[in-house]
């Protein structure tokens, strides 16, 4: 049994290859970040066992972000298996420069030209580039499966390590102008570690030395003990960039007799002259948005979910019938009638919206705009100590938070990984599109779309707001790197959106049949019985769950919902958001996913669950959306970021949303007695004077700065 290692740079289609081979359906998307941890599964060549290991991408062999040192110390412990080196067919002259990086260190590659896209960039000779850089070269399409056959015959092939090393003349060149200079061999005799990787491994250990000495990778020198300031000082200045020249000439002179130009550049595309317009770029993200949560919530999604309620009624009916039949209406028909087909078909009568809105997102990931959103927030992050990267985290939480703060740890630094995690549940989840949408559609109808954009900017604006107070206290920033490229627009095929509507369909039907049954039934048995275990629905005492929302009711009446059962479902959407929403219908009794009825009941005074006024749903939907993500969310929180962290953040999760709730239905409330204009003219009255004292109290520093210049607004001895 062999390992085979992928290796290839973000983009390249990595993660495609991997599940064509291992008839795997991992998450793949055309932007960095997508795999930050090394993923391994089992595959066959005529019968032989082969472990494929998928490895976060890398643009060399000098990590300066967590993934791509994952993925080098990957290649360091495989260091004599074989290696598949990906690149995309479109983008050779930037891929090959980490296929030279690996072919200098003597790994046995077998390098994969990649066709991603139907417009061809480049005609490649895969003959004459396997003769200019003496391995196995195969062209596949990895994601219709063609050539991966030739590939596994590669990948069978055993080869001499001596064939491996190839001594491009540019290494020789460099290596004799250190070694002229400074005896490498007395260095590694001195300190280096005779028996380690390259040591023990690479016929030419010194050239490497050379070759880490000009990257300037003082990580190397230090894992293997070698003494490197007198070889950084017999290296040029600007020695990185004499290497990544040489480099990139040999690669030009590669594609000058391997490769043929048919269009134009890589990526390139007259759209984004409109879409990274300065004033357009986020009116038309806002658009995008927009029409996405239009689709998902109303349109399709509404007639989806309506047809689906229909039929889980339709299902559950007969079934319902039988239990009544066979045990009479007593808790057993009511813990399937109100705990099982109740709450859960509430809840599952919602699976086309959230399958939607996997869908949408995976298409901004597939078509290249994801990559140019990252790009349009940039600045705004870096000022608030995150970078382009924490785009791709952010939102992902708008699908799932507990995958989403897994993909913080490819931040480079420490303190903005933390921030990043930290920020994730302020990202609106699937999760919580019942809650919105049973709620909101209550009070707010066809106006609910509003409502839901609102919320959603919200927590980006509370995300945002959150992060900056943490960068200019506890958790300071250091200023980070960030390589972006702009892949070319593409159209998602639809064998990829099966995939992903059938995954994302499956993980939340396992949520459903798992997590929300059992917590269902538990709240039934809660909300049923008393401390004493009598049976609460032949009236005899006050059920558990009622006593203890009643307990905590006076913390949430001035949030405008001190109803027990409100707080009840917000006790047990802890869990999971979807749990709200379940334990509402089974406190309103209404069963088999009438979300209408449902809605209808909220607005009942006689119900169980109702809320008196527009202000008091207001102030739960934010409540909602900012307080304590699921317990899934919380573990992932606690193992990226540690005890502590997760910790504080809950605590600033549960203070934000109780402060803001208040806020809102206080300002909402206002509006409803006293008048919308006068609320509005009173609060910009306030924001004005707010404003003028802080000119003042500038303008007043600015004085006892400098006493002869108004602008510097610093020590100024030079007048």
């Known amino acids: 049994m062999k390992d085979v290692l992928l290796v290839g740079n973000p983009n390249a289609g990595k993660t495609t290859l991997f599940n064509s081979l291992t008839k795997s ?27 494929l290991i998928d490895t976060p991408g890398i643009y060399s062999l000098c990590p300066l972000s967590f993934e791509e040192k994952t993925t080098v110390e990957m290649l360091e412990k495989n260091y004599n298996q074989k290696i598949i080196n990906i690149c995309d067919k479109n983008n050779l002259q930037r891929n090959l420069y980490l296929t030279l990086c690996l072919l200098e260190q003597g790994f046995d590659v077998v390098l994969v030209i990649n066709e991603i896209d139907k417009k061809n960039i480049f005609n490649i000779d895969c003959q004459k580039l396997s003769s200019m850089l003496g391995i ?22 055993e080869n001499d390590k001596k064939e491996n090393f190839r001594q491009f003349h540019y290494v020789k060149e460099l290596s004799k102008k250190i070694k002229n200079s400074i005896k490498i061999d007395e260095i590694i005799k001195k300190n280096g570690k005779k028996n380690d990787f390259f040591a023990k491994n690479c016929l030419f250990y010194e050239n490497i030395i050379v070759l880490k000495a000009y990257e300037k990778d003082e990580e190397f020198f230090k894992k293997y003990e070698l003494e490197s300031k007198n070889i950084f000082l017999q290296t040029p200045e600007n020695s990185m960039q004499i290497l990544a020249k040489a480099r990139f000439d040999f690669i030009d002179e590669i594609l000058k007799k391997c490769a043929k130009r048919t269009h134009d550049v890589y990526g390139y595309s007259k759209f984004d002259k409109i879409v990274l317009n ?212 593409r159209v998602t095929s639809l064998k990829r959106a099966g995939l992903i509507l059938w995954k994302n369909t499956k993980e939340f039907l396992l949520r459903v049949g798992s997590v929300m049954i059992s917590m269902n039934v538990i709240i039934w048995f809660l909300s049923s019985f008393s401390f004493s275990f009598k049976y609460v629905a032949q ?30 479902s917000l006790i047990v959407g802890v869990v999971a958001k979807e749990v709200v929403v379940s334990s509402i219908a089974m406190f309103n009794g ?44 919380v573990a992932m929180l606690f193992h990226e970021v540690g005890k502590k962290w997760t910790f504080i953040s809950i605590l600033i999760q549960f203070f934000v949303a109780y402060v803001l709730a208040y806020v809102v239905y206080q300002i909402y409330f206002a509006c409803e007695v006293f008048g919308f204009l006068q609320i509005l003219a009173i609060l910009t009255t306030i924001f004005c004077v707010f404003i003028s004292i802080f000119v003042i109290f500038r303008k007043i520093k600015r004085k006892k700065l400098c006493l002869h210049c108004d602008d510097c607004g610093k020590d100024c001895f030079k007048h």
């Not at 795999?35 to 595959?43: C, E, N």
């Open 539 to 568: 009236g005899e005492g006050i059920s558990i769950l009622e006593q203890i929302g009643k307990f905590l009711a006076p913390i949430f009446s001035p949030l405008g919902f001190g109803n027990w059962a409100i707080i009840s």
């Open 136 to 157: 196995d070269v195969v062209y596949v399409n990895a994601e219709k499966g063609v050539g991966i056959d030739n590939l596994k015959n590669f990948l069978k092939k």
């Open 590 to 633: 209404i069963d088999s996913g009438a979300t209408k009825l449902l809605s209808a009941s909220l607005l009942l005074p006689t119900s169980v669950v109702f809320f008196s006024s527009k202000a008091s749903v207001l102030s739960f939907l934010v409540f909602c959306l900012l307080y304590t993500p699921c317990i899934a969310s």
């Open 25 to 51: 359906t991992e998450h793949t998307g055309n932007w960095h970040g997508v795999t930050v941890d090394t993923k391994k599964k089992k595959f066959f060549i005529d019968g032989a066992e082969f472990y």
């Open 278 to 489: 300065k004033w357009l770029a986020f009116p038309i993200f806002i658009s995008v948005l927009a029409l996405i949560f239009y689709l998902t919530f109303f349109s399709v999604g509404a007639f989806f979910s309506e047809i689906l309620s229909k039929l889980l009624d339709l299902i559950s009916s007969p079934i319902l019938s039988f239990i009544k039949n066979c045990f009479g209406q007593n808790f057993v028909y009511d813990i399937f009638n109100v705990a099982i087909f109740g709450g859960v078909s509430t809840v599952l009568s919602f699976l086309p919206q959230i399958a939607l809105l996997f869908f949408f997102l995976s298409i901004l990931e597939d078509s290249g705009y994801m990559s140019r959103i990252a790009f349009i927030f940039e600045d705004i992050l870096g000022r608030i100590g995150l970078s382009g990267k924490s785009v791709y985290t952010l939102l992902m939480g708008f699908g799932c938070s507990t995958s989403a703060i897994m993909t913080s740890r490819n931040m480079d630094d420490k303190n903005a990984k933390i921030k990043t995690a930290i920020l994730c549940p302020y990202m609106s989840c699937t999760a919580k599109i019942p809650i919105y949408t049973v709620v909101g559609g209550a009070f707010f109808g066809a106006k609910n779309i509003f409502v839901i954009l609102g919320l959603y900017f919200l927590g980006v604006a509370v995300a945002i707001l959150i992060s900056k107070i943490l960068d200019v206290t506890l958790l300071k920033s250091k200023k980070q790197t960030f390589i972006l490229e702009f892949p070319p627009y």
